[in-house]
């Protein structure tokens, strides 16, 4: 199974008027810009790009790793996480006024997480999914996601999503989750 970015001429757009932008363009568009060359094992124009990151932003660039499969290829079925959920993640019960906290790479349709997110939404009126141990998510993924907020919006609930990484948000953001769903976690 390969990932498939539909439109992907818009997602490309957004990131190269971002990328012109320099620094002002933001973090998470530039590192996402990375990432995708890196699903498209393209390393010489990740590394042209990885050094004008480091100039624009004064750090080190993200290291080269080529393009891997989504984790229903690269594990049989019957090993975890081999049902394209966030590997190396359980779905423990959430106490009524705690927030969901996700972590590792999220993969795939996400089925028991998101089973579980739907499920909080019935006996809440706002549940908070905090997503600052997430590595990295997938297109498919965050298309999971973005339906799943749809259909909770339409019951007039809300979801709040904290902690996210500027290139998980960026990706969330172009994904077509709204602004409005990301708040600040309150320490």
Request: glycine share 10%; charged share 20%; hydrophobic share 45%.
């Amino acid at each position: 199974m390969r990932i498939a970015i539909q439109r992907s001429e818009k997602l490309a757009s957004a990131l190269s008027a971002a990328v012109k932008q320099g620094k002002d363009g933001g973090e998470g568009a530039w590192l996402l810009a990375l990432e995708m060359m890196q699903w498209r094992s393209d390393r010489g124009a990740f590394e042209d790009r990885a050094l004008e990151y480091a100039l624009a932003f004064e750090l080190s660039p993200p290291s080269w790793e080529p393009g891997q499969a989504p984790p229903s290829e690269a594990k049989p079925k019957g090993e975890a996480g081999a049902d394209n959920a966030l590997e190396g993640a359980t779905v423990p019960p959430v106490p009524e006024g705690e927030e969901i906290i996700w972590s590792g790479v999220m993969a795939g349709p996400m089925g028991p997480h998101l089973t579980r997110l739907m499920e909080l939404a019935n006996g809440r009126p706002v549940i908070s999914v905090d997503m600052a141990a997430v590595e990295r998510v997938d297109f498919v993924c965050a298309g999971a996601l973005l339906n799943m907020i749809n259909r909770i919006e339409m019951q007039r609930k809300s979801v709040q999503i904290s902690g996210a990484t500027p290139i998980v948000r960026a990706l969330l953001l172009l994904i077509g989750i709204s602004p409005r769903h990301f708040v600040r976690k309150n320490s």
